[in-house]
């Protein structure tokens, strides 16, 4: 009866998630157990941003990946378009929500670099972990670590097929485009 009583007494507020679910959660740590999801939970960092605040810049060199634990962020790339709330020239490739992860080629990449700006949109908390963590893991609990290089893997190749379907339809769209400029009008 008194483990129960307690048992809710130090859970966060619902709506809070602790960095432990966060972890679970994605995709690159679901397939870890309790116990390395917790030594996972000493390695990585907790940042927090205020709004507008920049997390990084494209260009930079990428040391490892966030996952949004709370707020907003903001990736654009420098663009001759200007999307609302975006930095004139910048062009708005996503909004990410708690839960979302964001930068995990670094891990990865030898001097890797930005490929985009990501920025707070609101105040923000986000879980690094970067490329000496993923070291320190496959080192330390080399199941964990092949287990989340595995998953990062699929990732990565999952958002380069993304990618390339996305400029697939974008060169078919200029393709159509063309051709209507070229047919001759009845």
Avoid: C
């Avoid at 000493?42 to 949004?68: D, K, S």
């Avoid at 020239?89 to 708690?98: C, H, T, V």
């Avoid at 700006?117 to 490329?131: N, Q």
């Avoid at 893991?137 to 290089?149: K, Q, S």
Wanted: aromatic fraction near 6%.
């Amino acid at each position: 009866m008194a483990a129960s009583l307690w048992e809710h007494f130090f859970k966060p507020a619902s709506g809070d998630p602790t960095v432990e679910n966060v972890l679970r959660d994605n995709v690159l740590f679901q397939d870890l157990n309790a116990r390395q999801i917790r030594f996972v939970r000493n390695i990585v960092h907790l940042r927090r941003y205020r709004q507008t605040e920049r997390i990084f810049r494209q260009g930079e060199t990428g040391a490892g990946m966030y996952i949004i634990l709370k707020g907003k962020v903001a990736i654009t790339v420098n663009g001759s378009t200007s999307e609302p709330g975006t930095a004139a020239g910048d062009i708005q490739i996503a909004n990410l929500q708690p839960g979302d992860f964001f930068g995990e080629l670094a891990l990865v990449e030898d001097a890797s670099r930005r490929s985009a700006d990501a920025r707070a949109l609101e105040e923000t908390e986000l879980i690094g972990f970067f490329k000496p963590d993923l070291l320190e893991v496959l080192e330390r609990n080399p199941a964990a670590g092949v287990r989340i290089t595995m998953r990062l893997g699929q990732v990565l190749g999952r958002r380069l097929r993304q990618t390339t379907d996305r400029l697939a339809a974008l060169e078919d769209e200029h393709r159509q485009k063309a051709l209507k400029t070229v047919e001759p009008s009845s």
